[in-house]
T-cell receptor, first 114, second 113 residues
Framework: EAQVTQNPRYLITVTGKKLTVTCSQN?????MSWYRQDPGLGLRQIYY???????DKGDVPEGYKVSRKEKRNFPLILESPSPNQTSLYFC?????????????FGPGTRLTVL | GNSVTQMEGPVTLSEEAFLTINCTYT??????LFWYVQYPGEGLQLLLK?????DKGSNKGFEATYRKETTSFHLEKGSVQVSDSAVYFC????????????FGTGTRLQVTL
């Protein structure tokens, strides 16, 4: 089944404790990205990647890192999480990264930083 | 910059009622427009899309027409069901921004019997 998977689905952590949220897709997509969803703000892009070893900042990159060492994986790293990073996070992928390509979303990771 | 404005929710309707969720956008050039749906506890799913002016996207009884003259992409359904209860997001991609989706704030729809 074609899908985007994220782990963990739920995470409660404390300020300053490094964490990684994994994202994997099995559709051989070149384009992957991370969004965060906050009430009243919709979804905002954090980082995106056009291909392996090619990443760039989205609208809200502060406090996050990403890497794209393999085509299928695009982990999101919070080196020193803070409470304002409490949010619902979605990974997405698409075939070629053009405006007409359909983006497929993962099920989401709900992160709480205490 | 690019932006999407959706009507505030929540929207509460009785089953079989007509649904309209308004969406307007601001963008330079000619964006592609999308409606995504998020069912409770799930990720976003593409509901429909339109890539050029006057295109009509449709899926599962939902429709939206890309209106360049009014910069709108309103979502409509003639007869909603309880199973349509979800949050609906209008979004755009501007061709020069490498597939970054710009989302509206979402509209929660609650359909009751």
């Amino acid at each position: 089944e074609a899908q985007v998977t994220q782990n963990p689905r739920y995470l409660i952590t404390v300020t300053g404790k490094k964490l990684t949220v994994t994202c994997s897709q099995n559709m051989n997509h070149e384009y992957m990205s991370w969004y965060r969803q906050d009430p009243g703000l919709g979804l905002r892009q954090i980082y995106y990647s056009m291909n392996v070893e090619v990443t760039d900042k989205g609208d809200v990159p502060e406090g996050y890192k990403v890497s794209r060492k393999e085509k299928r994986n695009f982990p999101l790293i919070l080196e020193s999480p803070s409470p304002n990073q409490t949010s619902l996070y979605f990974c997405a992928s698409s075939f070629g990264g053009t405006s007409t390509d359909t983006q497929y979303f993962g099920p989401g990771t709900r992160l709480t930083v205490l | 910059g690019n932006s999407v404005t959706q009507m505030e929710g929540p929207v509460t309707l009785s089953e079989e009622a007509f649904l309209t969720i308004n969406c307007t956008y601001t963008a330079t050039g000619y964006p592609s427009l999308f409606w995504y749906v998020q069912y409770p506890g799930e990720g976003l799913q593409l509901l429909l899309k339109a890539t050029k002016a006057d295109d009509k996207g449709s899926n599962k009884g939902f429709e939206a027409t890309y209106r360049k003259e009014t910069t709108s992409f309103h979502l409509e359904k003639g007869s909603v069901q309880v199973s349509d209860s979800a949050v609906y997001f209008c979004a755009l991609i501007y061709t020069g921004t490498a597939s970054k989706l710009t989302f509206g704030t979402g509209t929660r729809l609650q359909v009751t019997l």
